[in-house]
């Protein structure tokens, strides 16, 4: 049996020999040695007892300047590099007692077939591997005896990346694990079959000064690299396009719709078939408030002209601004009795559209709308490669955003223009 002295950081002690859970999720900022414990507990557990495991990253070339690098490191600190063997081509370290680490990368997927008998997975930086990589690394991960684990992570990102749907909630499919602000409080909890682990850079002991220095300087020049680097917490990576956006219980949508003074109603449809989608999206809007009421939407893709038709048949008498980059289409709708009118494209007409949605003091969604809230809660601007804000360009293509600005089409939130005859809600 080998006798290890090491000095570690108290918040990662338990973590380093609980190996009670199937999954051990970590997340953490910048410099909170998590990564550094995850290492020397595959390195303890191995020398332990004899097993294979497998370390995984997206991209197989990075592991070289960092898991394997890292336990490299660790055991020569550890005074074991005569015992374990690093070997850098093809990389993999061997115990006396015949356990293994091996190194894989998701770019190259084909290899993990030949892989048998991993008791053992480490995803690092499991946020940049994809949702599909990760199902595919449960199913490798067996052996006939012994109990299996993976341990996951990560540095924390959006809110929309599986990691965080997976392992805390998923408000779109109403899946719940864990809040994660309470994980940020108690710093580690068990649920289920799953130990989860919190870090920052106030974990670390051994940490500089002048370091955490740094990362508090982030708060004022970048408040979303602040808010993941040096609070280590999911967030919305970017600036958001509708920071006014707000989700309630249909029931009080309705009811605040109800009681608006000449609602101005208003409806905008997006087209699209394949890849992109139908999205039909219905609003109220308190002129007075300056509030906008998104109360009821259809979201569809793989639907011909006349099944989408068919499916919004009970709204032929309200007029519908549509995409008029698809007179075809508008025209088709004519034709069955719809009140459909192409609204307005020019040049600049997105960031225009853009403008006028973000005038809106509130936007207030019914939770019966899950792709507009999916869609527009967490939209984010996207940003050039000298780090600007492109207005008109966002981080995922928001179909239901289409659908408002055609729908938005002849209103406009300082004055009131040309919005018609005013409906009452159906």
């Keep these: 049996m080998v006798q290890i002295e090491k000095e570690v950081n108290p918040h990662f002690e338990d973590f380093l020999f609980d190996w009670n859970q199937k999954f051990q999720f970590l997340v953490g900022g910048y410099g909170s040695s998590k990564s550094y414990h995850v290492a020397l507990k595959l390195i303890l557990k191995l020398l332990s007892e004899k097993r294979t495991a497998l370390v995984v990253r997206e991209v197989y070339d990075t592991h070289r300047d960092s898991t394997f690098s890292l336990l490299e490191e660790i055991i020569n600190d550890l005074g074991l590099d005569h015992k374990i063997r690093c070997v850098s081509s093809p990389m993999q370290i061997r115990f006396p007692n015949g356990s293994k680490i091996i190194f894989k990368g998701m770019d190259k997927p084909a290899k993990l077939k030949s892989i048998n008998n991993v008791s053992i997975v480490w995803i690092e930086e499991c946020s940049e591997v994809k949702y599909d990589g990760f199902k595919e690394l449960i199913g490798r991960l067996r052996h006939p005896t012994l109990k299996l684990h993976m341990i996951l992570s990560t540095n924390p990102v959006s809110k929309g990346n599986w990691s965080y749907k997976h392992f805390f909630k998923d408000e779109m499919n109403k899946f719940f694990v864990l809040d994660d602000e309470d994980l940020y409080k108690t710093k580690t909890i068990v649920v289920g079959n799953t130990y989860y682990h919190h870090s920052t850079a106030d974990d670390n002991l051994f940490l500089p000064e002048s370091y955490i220095e740094q990362l508090d300087e982030l708060k004022i020049h970048d408040p979303d690299l602040h808010r993941i680097a040096r609070k280590g917490r999911f967030g919305v990576n970017g600036k958001l396009v509708l920071p006014q956006f707000e989700v309630h219980s ?177």
């Design 250 to 426: 249909h029931d009080k949508v309705m009811d605040a719709i109800r009681a608006i003074d000449g609602p101005v109603m208003k409806n905008g449809m997006d087209f699209g078939f394949v890849d992109s989608y139908n999205a039909l999206i219905r609003m109220a809007i308190d002129h007075k408030e300056k509030y906008l009421y998104i109360y009821w939407q259809y979201y569809k893709n793989d639907m011909t002209d006349d099944k989408t038709a068919e499916a919004l048949k009970d709204l032929k008498d309200v007029l519908i601004k549509a995409d008029s980059a698809e007179p075809k289409t508008i025209r088709f709708f004519r034709q069955l009795g719809f009140r459909m009118k192409a609204a307005k494209k020019f040049a600049g007409s997105r960031l225009q559209y853009t403008k006028k949605v973000k005038r809106f003091k509130k936007i207030i969604c019914s939770d019966e709308c899950p792709d507009v809230m999916r869609e527009l809660k967490d939209l984010t601007f996207k940003v050039s490669k000298d780090g600007e804000i492109i207005e008109d360009e966002f981080n995922i293509d928001p179909h239901t955003f289409s659908a408002i600005w055609y729908g938005l089409d002849d209103y406009e939130v300082a004055t009131l223009k040309g919005h018609g005859v005013t409906r009452k809600v159906r």
